[in-house]
């Protein structure tokens, strides 16, 4: 009840942050969405909020290229970040990202979790372990979410569940609870609104 609340009130875009100093204040609740270039972080808070063109989703990896901060009600902020793993851009570009990214997952205090996305289709890569064990340093608390839920058949989706089931046990600042999610279908939306409107 508290969740459908909170994500049938005010969402709106506040600003996209291309540097440390952009931040906006961090006196809110902050979830964040992190994962591989093109997983599905926008079209999952689209379908969160239930607001279709709110975050830019496309089908061209590298689509977010800041931290775009959304307000959620009056005390939490979603924050959508930019895709990591994504080779097809100026070196120079993806290494500015990166740099931001960590930056912003090492140094948030308002941080109360890190959604990180994972393709149902693909399971846990390598890229993702490097954001796991800096998510494990900076002690916050992550938690996997596995998106695509449609483009996976029922059969096929205990073997991926147990691949990150697995690889998350072997890391401290992991949440244990998977949420297996389709932005397209509507799976795992009301579960994800319950886990951020809990966060207190
Ligand atoms: P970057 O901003 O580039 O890092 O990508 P992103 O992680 O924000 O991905 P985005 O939401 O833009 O989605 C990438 C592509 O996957 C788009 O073509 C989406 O339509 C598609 N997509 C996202 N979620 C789902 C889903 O649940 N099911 C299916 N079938 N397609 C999805
Ligand atoms: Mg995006």
Known sequence: EAARKLFAGEVDFLKGVVAMDGLPPDNRIEVCFAGRSNVGK???????TGRKGLARASNTPGRTQEINFFTLG????LVDLPGYGFANAPVNVVQAWQAL???YLAGRVSLRRA??????????????????????R???????????????????RAKVLEQVRT??????????????????????????????????
């Open 42 to 48: 926008s079209s999952l808070i689209n379908a969160l």
């Open 74 to 77: 009056a005390e939490r902020y």
């Open 101 to 103: 990214l960590k930056a």
């Open 115 to 136: 959604f990180v996305l994972i393709d149902a289709r693909h399971g846990i890569k390598a890229v993702d372990e490097e954001i796991l064990t800096l998510l494990d």
């Open 138 to 156: 900076s002690a916050v608390t992550f938690q996997a979410v596995l998106t695509k839920a449609d483009k996976v058949k029922e059969k096929d």
């Open 167 to 200: 690889r998350l046990a072997k890391h401290p600042a992991a949440y244990p609870e998977i949420v297996l999610t389709s932005s397209e279908k509507g799976d795992g939306i009301a579960t994800l609104r319950a886990i951020i409107a809990g966060l207190g």
